[in-house]
């Protein structure tokens, strides 16, 4: 049985951003184990580990780097959930813009304020600083082109964690 792209996404980030157990993120999302560990090896191979990319959602360690992480880890999943939200309502393109600068913004200002200690974080904050910027633009200049900015921001996220996770 093929399984789609957004199932594949779905699996992984219930693994990487939700750090379920493969197995539990797999049966969830109605695919079995052993293709669920097919996709995180072939991943691997293509240079977008899994592990790596679930290990950076606690890239602080110790003492209040723990509790950093965990917030700025808590905060990423509300991030997600709501991008989804957006993504799957029933809202206008203008709306879906306005909530993707508004988003970003949140992020990146969450990111930034985590990062003081840690060049990993604060490399990630400038790229999520320009996906800001590109929301803001894409509101103002073509809203009409919101719902592919979303289409394309969830796999490109996975790009991001690849490059600066």
């Not at 910027?133 to 996220?157: T, Y």
């Amino acid at each position: 049985m093929a399984h789609s792209q957004e199932t594949r996404q779905a699996v992984r980030r219930a693994y990487v951003v939700e750090r379920l157990a493969l197995e539990r993120a797999a049966k969830r999302n109605g695919v079995s184990y052993h293709t669920a560990r097919a996709w995180k090896k072939k991943a691997r191979e293509d240079g977008d580990d899994w592990d790596r990319a679930r290990a950076a959602t606690r890239m602080a360690q110790g003492g209040l780097g723990d509790l950093t992480a965990q917030l700025l880890e808590d905060f990423a999943i509300l991030f997600q959930h709501t991008v989804e939200e957006v993504q799957s309502g029933q809202y206008s393109a203008l709306q879906k813009a306005e909530a993707i600068s508004r988003l970003s913004d949140a992020y990146t200002k969450t990111v930034k304020a985590a990062g003081g200690g840690d060049p990993r974080i604060a490399r990630l904050s400038v790229a999520l600083e320009v996906l800001e910027r590109l929301a803001g633009f894409v509101q103002a200049q073509f809203p009409e082109h919101a719902g592919a900015l979303m289409a394309v921001l969830e796999p490109f996220g996975q790009e991001l964690a690849a490059a600066y996770g």
